[in-house]
């Protein structure tokens, strides 16, 4: 490819900070690069937060740099205080590498590992050996209190209690630039731009050390119009594991976004060429539903697979249109006279029998489109016969046949 990866981040949206636009952009555009960007597991999934580094990561990795996804085995069991209030809880070394066996999985939908095109490294493997004397004496050193205390990632949790175990995250993560540089000729990292002061201090550590030329770069981060977070929902966050938010639920979030937003995320998390998203973008009213149902499949696509993305959305059309002929079929068999209840309860359609009862005495269960009143009613053989749909709340919608 001619064109320069730099550029094409920037007109996307992506570029937040950098530590030498001009300089990063000609070595980007000259050479193939090795960069990195740190991922700490601090849960079993990763999340629409780390959306726009994964992208990010696979348009670097299109134009022949080579990605090293960094796993905090090490860094995690300390807590990055970037962007919290509260301190992070300390997890068991098991629960760390769990998580990171399963942020592997996810991320190979966005980057190729193969033949070393991308690699997977855990910090763990070399902080965990450092000793607390060499920290002091090979890094601490190049460390000003001063200036660490002015790092907004510090600021924020100052007025609750700073602890001296987060204190020590900007070295441990600067030191994982120099060790990355020294074995990997790793010369960039990347990061959200809640990450800036971090990276700040592994740029500056290493060419201290070393005296090689190494640079930094942020990318936004995923936020709505109003500044608030993107990929909060009333359940928590948007989880990129289908047991956690199912394929269906992750497409209707991203096709409910405000119209305000849709430019970013086509932007920012598809790779629909630029001419396609302004267009998309600059449809007006009614029209810009074509929009988010784009961003919505290509959105879902990515994460959970093309199969996942057309079922989705099929549902979702059949939502609103309330047409329900192309829903997954249930097969149940021959069910005459068995509660409605029971049935929906065997086939995890409800949570619970008793949460079933609950939705029925609200007016929350539909059968064909009649609302069903009676907690204990019964499915007939007419039913049984000609298949029935159920409608669960508003947006769930199961069909059942024989």
Same mark, same amino acid.
């Given at each position: 490819?001619?064109?320069?990866?730099?550029?094409?981040?920037?007109?996307?949206?992506?570029?937040?900070?950098?530590?030498? +636009?001009?300089?990063?952009?000609?070595?980007?555009?000259?050479?193939?690069?090795?960069?990195?960007?740190?991922?700490?597991?601090?849960?079993?999934?990763?999340?629409?937060?780390?959306?726009?580094?994964?992208?990010?990561?696979?348009?670097?990795?299109?134009?022949?740099?080579?990605?090293?996804?960094?796993?905090?085995?090490?860094?995690?069991?300390?807590?990055?205080?970037?962007?919290?209030?509260?301190?992070?809880?300390?997890?068991?070394?098991?629960?760390?590498?769990?998580?990171?066996?399963?942020?592997?999985? /996810?991320? +190979?939908?966005?980057?190729?590992?193969?033949?070393?095109?991308?690699?997977?490294?855990?910090?763990?493997?070399?902080?965990?050996?450092?000793?607390?004397?060499?920290?002091?004496?090979?890094?601490?050193?190049?460390?000003?209190?001063?200036?660490?205390?002015?790092?907004?990632?510090?600021?924020?949790?100052?007025?609750?209690?700073?602890?001296?175990?987060?204190?020590?995250?900007?070295?441990? /993560?600067?030191?994982?630039?120099?060790?990355?540089?020294?074995?990997?000729?790793?010369?960039?990292?990347?990061?959200?731009?809640?990450?800036?002061?971090?990276?700040?201090?592994?740029?500056?550590?290493?060419?201290?050390?070393?005296?090689?030329?190494?640079?930094?770069?942020?990318?936004?981060?995923?936020?709505?119009?109003?500044?608030?977070?993107?990929?909060?929902?009333?359940?928590?966050?948007?989880?990129?594991?289908?047991?956690?938010?199912?394929?269906?639920?992750?497409? /209707?979030?991203?096709?409910?976004?405000?119209?305000?937003?849709?430019?970013?995320?086509?932007?920012?998390?598809?790779?629909?060429?630029?001419?396609?998203?302004?267009?998309?973008?600059?449809?007006?009213?009614?029209?810009?539903?074509?929009?988010?149902?784009?961003?919505?499949?290509?959105?879902?696509?990515?994460?959970?697979?093309?199969?996942?993305? +057309?079922?989705?959305?099929?549902?979702?059309?059949?939502?609103?249109?309330?047409?329900?002929?192309?829903? +997954?079929?249930?097969?149940?068999?021959?069910?005459?006279?068995?509660?409605?209840?029971?049935?929906?309860?065997?086939?995890?359609?409800?949570?619970?029998?008793?949460?079933?009862? /609950?939705?029925?005495?609200?007016?929350?269960?539909?059968?064909?489109?009649?609302?069903?009143?009676?907690?204990?009613?019964?499915?007939?053989?007419?039913?049984?016969?000609?298949?029935?749909?159920?409608?669960?709340?508003?947006?769930?919608?199961?069909?059942?046949?024989?």
């Amino acid at each position: 490819m001619s064109e320069n990866v730099f550029d094409v981040l920037k007109e996307r949206g992506f570029l937040a900070q950098c530590t030498n +636009e001009d300089e990063v952009r000609e070595m980007l555009g000259n050479k193939k690069v090795t960069f990195y960007i740190g991922f700490d597991p601090t849960a079993d999934s990763l999340h629409a937060g780390h959306f726009i580094a994964l992208m990010a990561m696979s348009w670097m990795q299109k134009f022949g740099h080579r990605p090293i996804c960094l796993v905090g085995g090490g860094t995690g069991t300390v807590g990055d205080p970037s962007g919290r209030s509260d301190l992070r809880k300390v997890m068991t070394d098991e629960t760390i590498e769990h998580n990171c066996n399963c942020f592997k999985k /996810q991320m +190979e939908r966005f980057i190729d590992f193969s033949d070393g095109k991308a690699l997977m490294v855990n910090n763990g493997d070399w902080l965990r050996k450092l000793g607390y004397i060499d920290l002091l004496r090979e890094v601490g050193a190049h460390f000003t209190v001063n200036r660490m205390l002015a790092a907004e990632c510090y600021k924020q949790r100052w007025e609750k209690g700073l602890t001296f175990i987060e204190f020590n995250y900007m070295v441990m /993560q600067a030191y994982d630039f120099y060790k990355l540089n020294a074995d990997y000729d790793c010369i960039l990292e990347m990061g959200g731009d809640d990450q800036w002061s971090n990276i700040i201090a592994g740029v500056e550590l290493t060419r201290r050390k070393t005296g090689n030329a190494v640079y930094g770069l942020t990318n936004k981060l995923l936020l709505k119009s109003d500044g608030s977070k993107m990929g909060k929902t009333a359940g928590g966050a948007l989880w990129l594991d289908s047991e956690k938010v199912s394929p269906f639920d992750f497409y /209707q979030y991203w096709r409910n976004v405000d119209d305000a937003d849709v430019k970013t995320c086509l932007s920012l998390l598809t790779f629909l060429p630029i001419g396609e998203v302004n267009r998309l973008s600059s449809l007006k009213e009614e029209k810009i539903n074509e929009a988010k149902e784009i961003l919505a499949y290509e959105v879902t696509k990515l994460v959970h697979g093309q199969d996942a993305a +057309e079922e989705s959305r099929i549902k979702a059309k059949s939502l609103f249109s309330g047409s329900t002929q192309d829903l +997954e079929a249930i097969h149940i068999g021959d069910v005459a006279g068995k509660k409605l209840i029971d049935i929906l309860a065997e086939n995890n359609a409800i949570e619970s029998k008793s949460k079933g009862r /609950q939705l029925i005495k609200q007016g929350g269960i539909s059968i064909d489109d009649e609302k069903i009143s009676d907690q204990d009613y019964s499915i007939g053989e007419n039913e049984i016969e000609h298949g029935f749909t159920v409608k669960i709340g508003k947006k769930k919608f199961f069909k059942f046949i024989k």
